[in-house]
């Protein structure tokens, strides 16, 4: 537009200048020409400024009329001034005359310029440094020059300032640079984001492969970032390269998406391709990096219908892979947005349940098969919600843990068996202590023992009532933090033993290392010695074990007579299971003790 209208402009002074040789309706055709060029500039660039602050957001129609409604005037005006001579004439000598509402399409460049001016101002977080300078430029030398060329008819100097800022915006605002990640030179997340909002908006079918790779946590801490940022260049390049029909992105730290629309069998060799790749190290400088990917697929609009489902969708599709073990694509879809979506609500009931105190505490009785009598229990969170109904500790204990709830929950739960305790006197009937489960994230807690002995010191509860619960992943995680706890603990008495035994890691290490006093063997472990000769003989040797090193040892989980036959046999006296109770409410424990 501003090449033209400059053109249109040269031609027209060209034209006034052999005035007397040209037809009048030429001078007026090219002034008009210039005229409407020039003005459709200012427009064009309010427009264009408008998209790239608004971005995704849809004007309403009265906006667009409004936002247009000017711009038709003033070219209309210019069209029209032929018969009307509003905006200019030529007179009997064939000279140029100014009409009398010039100064309308002059008040129209001004108005877009200053609306231009206000919207970057008023959005300036959503533009850089460089962007809002070249719009600040491009106001301050369209405007000067106007004025400037207002009062020195002769110099032609709007189009000079025009072209000049047009390439300053040009090169600020559609930098490529801006869409491509300065260390893999790949297609960017802004370039992702922009990409696939005009997808959804014009409707066009893609899929999407989601790829995270895993195990460079391990390269840029052994090696350092060069490396690691180098390996990565490799893997990028590799899957850059993997089809032409697709495009790349790095969306996220680690985290690619090839996009593109082909076949799914297509697909399927693609996956099968890169997944055979990750099996071999990259080499970079040398050094082998083996890695591994997450993998998940979705697509438009089968899958997903706007963005945020799609940002969702692969998400949950790279932490459900995770969940399954990497070996598996995971093809995500609305079904898995909506447990995501679930995580989300669980996450309000719990903050909900927690002002309302609404959880409630379940006692499951553990038995003594030498004293024949039941001698201890674990204390077990329950909750309710109307809507969802029960939800088990399973699903919503992760979920708290992640957000840091479970550190309040944690202590209302213990809060309520203490309360409970003294209220009801259990050790009086029979129950020697209570089991009360930590999580991970309480037992990274410093002054974790300080809050557990204070509660019971409110209450007036002896220590000895007391035992808590820890699995293995608090001893991997914070070691440290749960040996303090651990010790402080045990100064007062209070037992701490090793939950979910034969789950995870296992590790004979922190048996030895830790001071358990008993370790609870898990569920799965019986279940498991039912089937096989072998995992049999593992179990009865882990007993054995524990009982050499003079600990405790708790079965859980038992649910047949069998069972507690064989784990009696075995030297396992103590029993938690179904066999003999489920968890039960207070009034219902009670009862049962009794
Ligand atoms: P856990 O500590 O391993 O608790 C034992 C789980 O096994 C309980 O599930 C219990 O109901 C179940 N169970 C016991 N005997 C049997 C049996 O014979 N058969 C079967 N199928 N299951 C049996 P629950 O209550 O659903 O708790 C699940 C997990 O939630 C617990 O596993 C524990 O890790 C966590 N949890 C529960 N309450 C709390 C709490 O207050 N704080 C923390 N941090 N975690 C808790
Ligand atoms: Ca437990
Ligand atoms: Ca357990």
Redesign the pocket.
Known sequence: MALLSTIFDILSAIAIYYTQAVPVWINYFLAAMYFMLFKTVTFVYFVYMLTIIIRNHRLKKWEIVVCTFPFFVEETLILTTYWTGFIYSFDANKMFVHGPLLFVIHLTSFIYIVLALGCTIKYRNRLTTIQRGAVYFYTVAILGSMIFQNLNRNYLVMEFATALSLLLIYLSLENPENYEDKILGTLNHLAFTEILSVYFEKNTPFEILGIQIQGMQYVSETFGVEQSAGIMKKISEYLAARDKHLKLFYISKREFALVGSLPKEHWNVIIKDIRERFKYPFTYNDMNANISGLFCMTAYPENVGTMKDLFDTINYGFVEAKKLGGDITVFASTALVAEGRREYQILQILKQALLEERFE??Y?PIYSSSKKRYKCA?????LKDEKFGYI???EF?PIAEKNGL?LD??EL?FRKVCEFMSRERIWEKGIRYVD????VV?CMQKDLHKTLLAIMDEYHLEYQYIAF?V?ETVAVVSSDMLHSNMRALLDKGIHVSL??YGTGFSNTASLIQFPFTAI?I??SMLWTAMESPKAMSALKHIIAMIIDMDMAVIA????TQEQADLLTEWGCHLH????YS??LCEELFLEKIK
């Open positions: 505490v379940y499951q674990e204390a077990l969170i329950r088990s500790p399973e204990i479970i929950i944690g739960v009360v489960n930590l999580s309480q619960e699995t939950d979910d609870k898990d569920k859980e989980g038992v649910e938690q299971g179904y066999f489920k968890p």
